[in-house]
């Protein structure tokens, strides 16, 4: 079961600029991933497979954080030399 979302974007926001306003749309809705959920649910998946799924989409989020810390410090490094 998940979560209901409601993706707002108002005009006020993006000072009256339409495409502005439709980018800003489409990130939200990427990031609550309301199009994955959809194309998930589209055909049935054994629960062994959804959580083989999620468990490797963890370890590539994992991956991506421990790059990024990485990254971070060889810059700082780089800046302290």
């Not at 490797?56 to 302290?80: D, S």
Request: glycine share 2%; charged share 50%.
């Amino acid at each position: 079961m998940s979560k209901k979302t409601n993706v707002i974007v108002r005009a006020k926001e993006c000072r009256g600029n339409h495409e502005k306003m439709i980018r800003r749309f489409m990130k939200k809705v990427k990031k609550e991933r309301i199009i994955e959920q959809i194309k998930d649910r589209r055909f049935y998946e054994k629960p062994s497979v959804a959580r083989k799924k999620k468990r490797i989409r963890a370890r590539r989020a994992r991956l991506r954080e421990q790059l990024k810390k990485q990254r971070a410090i060889q810059r700082r490094n780089r800046r302290n030399k």
